[in-house]
């Protein structure tokens, strides 16, 4: 399976990697090294040293100069040796260099040869206006392919079944769902009036009943935008909850993920002190729930084609299809460049 | 390495799958989901979601209806979609449907294309001859290649070494032994008269010389059944101890199988109360003793051909080998058919 | 990934085999088991039962004679069947026999098909000269490519940053580094005068300035011998500490890695009682500090061919680098004579 190259890949959280620090991960299969320098700026370079290949995550960082481990050798964040302790800095002794954007607290990884062009990152200035104890912020691991996990979240009549007991019982796939492409970006919108809400929505509006706005919008890879309306019946316009959450699915590998969310409302950024508390919540759902599901389906798949397995299709799947098939003809663009 | 098909593979002890209930197990590389409704009867389906290939054993059944966990799609014992809370029912929204049979206390499973013949299936009803209290039954799973453990019970001069202490000493090797073909049945016989015998066995007489008679008739694929009789010395016709025991070996995957076995004798039935102790006896036995070896015979073959390895044969591997022919034959006509 | 079969391999320490015992080892792919016979002679044959398989090390031996554990069959050690509790001992009755070698308390073993020859096995009579209680001996495992292992001591300036605050600091870097072919051996040799010494050399002389001589002999396929001299500076002929290390790589799969060492030195044979306390930190610098690096280098290569992986090479890489491929040349030669 190839992944996508010319694209943003989410990384990581910018609170991640500490000024004058370094991290270590697998993207899209790629081992990188994400680097701080002490006035704040990110780079990225190749976890592994051209040397003896150790891996550069195991040595030391300081301002923003990174030395191997095993044999001292000392690259700056451009990927470039700016120290041999053995002798001249031969062409061979580089790592090679990505570039990366920080954006909305996170850092963008762009693995192309393709020049990147930043307005190609998705715009999640949602985050950037929420203050910062208000920002419902996570990363989970997951061991599933990360088209699974973002099938998912674009088909959430899930929540019905696989979490029907906080956001689910009925009323996602009792919704009117209509899901179209927007350029190259994917919609899916639900709405349901006048319906019994999901338990945690009745227990948060104090309400049975209410009205029910849910819309996820993908664009490639694996980033997803949510927005909730939630309110009494026939408040919608007017009153009630209004969220906005970030879901993206970077591969690490072809059989595991790394899971980034962002979740915010207006009812966090008025009482930040549940931040923790709603925190806990998506963190359960997502661990106690939709991962022992998505590890198995990616186990019972088991590596082969999605589509050779003739997967049975639903009108609820057709954001999430649309999604897949928009991933498969840039993977195939990219193919027939290469 | 193919799987034989067109046969009866034990799948499950009837027990097993409660009245109502569902049962996954996964039987010659098929994940197969076992369901049995509110009138004992059982079918069997496959158990992989056709949606999104969700694990239906992780979902939830009821009056012999199973639901999907991950969007609640409803199936039948028929594989028959019987609810789509998402549209409408297609065609491709089915499981395929598997034959199986419920005899001598045990669940069987029909994989192939051929039409099931009933008649095919062991005839073991000395177990319903037994009454259940008298029947020692078990399951036992094992990190084996099936057919190694076949051999292991076509060939019981292991008993002698493996088991020394037990079943063994000396007496299997020192039996007369004789192995035969009975149209597509293996028959293996080993006597022996007033011989020491195996150190449980002398106990149970009280007798350290006896006379002993064990036979095991082998059918495709893994189907074993083994009569013992023990006497003191020239008492073979007319008293003593009288056992039969059936050993199936059900593969699981190239390198895993289901073991089921049930043992009844007349000194069981006469006594239930030391079936508990029997039944610890024999698990002890293979736990301790046989699924070691087994689990490093197959470790050390590493999926190379059996054959290809030249094992030396002994004349002690007649019955093993027969069987192994017979069981290549039946899939070498199956490739051929296909 | 062929290894190198006529050649000699440290297979074990002599005190691993007790006199009437075995041990099995994988040594280069093979199953391998060692016997000693009561009057101390050493043998090794194939560890593969030939009937069905059984890993022979599971069994029992007894004068020089291993019992199979699961049908008695017994062999003596030139392989040969001496008992078939069922029958004739057919000509594939047999195991393979291996030539081994005691010398220098190792056991030495010859996978090759052709004539052994005892004057290649490497010379460590410094073992022999040395007595018992004064060798600092052991024996590590390691999840790493034997060929890693072998480079990581012919290119010692590692030490410098892998074992900072103990064999490191700097010196290692700024010796003189010479490497030179020596028939079909490999001489690398560092020296450093007045320099600041290695935190532990600096303790063991009591002075933080001294001379500094390090040579590493390689001979195929992972023998190597290292000799240090260290000396208050001016002092290096006459005085100071010298020892002599022999560090063998012995490849048991591809990925994995026998590591055998016993270090000697006047110090050590001065004060023997000191030896517990050396083996401990040449234990901990191993296990603590190499052994990870070696285990991650070995993952991030991934089985892929080293050179494919176009490795930047250092002036300090020259000792590693002929090595290399004095056993490239020689599993050439071997893979031409197939």
Redo the contacts between chains.
Sequence with gaps: MPFLKNCWYLAAWGEEIPAGGMMARQIAGE?VLFIRDDDGNVAAVSE?C??????LG?GSCSHGVV??????IRFDMAGKCVE????PI?S??KLKSFSTAERHSAIWLWLGDENPDENMIPNYDFIDRTAPDARVKGYLHSRADYR?MV?NIM?L??A???HATSLGGGIN?RAKAQAERDNDKIKITWTAMNDQLAPLHAQILGSDLGDFYNQVIWEAPGNMVQRILLSRPGQLETAGMDSLTCHVMTPETEASTHYFFCHTSDAVSAHPEIAPGVRAGLVAAFADEDA??LA??TR??AGADFWS?????????KGAVLARRELDALLAKEGAMA
């Design positions: 081992h592994t051209p040397h003896r290949f150790a891996p195991m030395t191997c481990p095993y044999h001292g041999n302790p053995h002798g031969s061979a002794l699974l099938d088909d009549t899930h019905d079944y696989l796939t022992p599901m198995a389906q019972r798949i397995l003739k997967p049975a299709l639903l009108p609820s799947d």
